[in-house]
Structure formats: structure tokens, C-alpha cells
């Protein structure tokens, strides 16, 4: 069974940048497709970013398309999510997650395993 810590936030002011870490347990992490997601208190969570196992071909939300950047380093069964132009409505607590096989990657309900989550705090 995966396991997934996440680390990396903090509080920032508008405009800064931030680079969320995703540390997956296991010697399969390459075999994983691996995905950040985002829940603002008193909204449901939300897809952020997804990065596939072998290709790594990745997608993003809309909301974060140009500032956010997904990448992984199976060497270190890391997952990395790179936060540019971070604005008030970036605020959240920030999951990774990890799936096997083909996926529809913007649903929650299709990753397997969860990490406890980071929160991103962004000041106006």
C-alpha cells in the first residue's frame, strides 16, 4: 500500500511562488500515474494537475494552466508541483494522489491512494 506525504506549503503574498513536494513509499512509483488536487474550506475538491506514468504527458485545470507545472522524479518517488503567480484564490489545502493504469485524471474518486495534504495560504 502507497503512502503519501506531501510538503512544501506555506503563506505567501500574491504573486510569489511556491513548489508543493509529494514523497510516494513503494517500489513501483514509476507504474503510477500521480495527480494534485486542491479543497478550499466550504468547496469540494478540485483537480489541479496530473502527470502520467511512462509518457509523463500532463494536464492542468484551467484555473492554473501557464502558472502550474507538474513534474516527477521516479528516482526519488517524488512528485513535484511548481506554483508561479500564486493568487488569493490558489488558498487551499493542496493533496497528491496516485492511480494505476488509465484514468479519467480530473475525478477524485478514480486515484487509490491520498496523502494528508499541505495548505497554501496566498495574501492579497
Known amino acids: 500500500q502507497a503512502q503519501l506525504v506531501e510538503s512544501g506549503g506555506g503563506l505567501v503574498q500574491a504573486g510569489a511562488s511556491l513548489r508543493l513536494s509529494c514523497a510516494a513509499s513503494g517500489r513501483t512509483f514509476s507504474s503510477y500515474s500521480m495527480g494534485w488536487f486542491r479543497q478550499a474550506p466550504g468547496k469540494e475538491r478540485e483537480f489541479v494537475a496530473h502527470?502520467?506514468?511512462?509518457?509523463?504527458?500532463?494536464y492542468y485545470s484551467d484555473s492554473v494552466k501557464g502558472r502550474f507545472t507538474i513534474s516527477r522524479d521516479n528516482a526519488k518517488n517524488t512528485v513535484y508541483l511548481q506554483m508561479n503567480s500564486l493568487k488569493p484564490e490558489d488558498t487551499a489545502m493542496y493533496y497528491c494522489a496516485s492511480a494505476l493504469g488509465y484514468i479519467a485524471y480530473r475525478r477524485a474518486e478514480e486515484y487509490m491512494y491520498w496523502g494528508q495534504g499541505t495548505q497554501v495560504t496566498v495574501s492579497s
Open positions: 502527470i502520467k506514468w511512462g509518457d509523463s504527458f500532463t
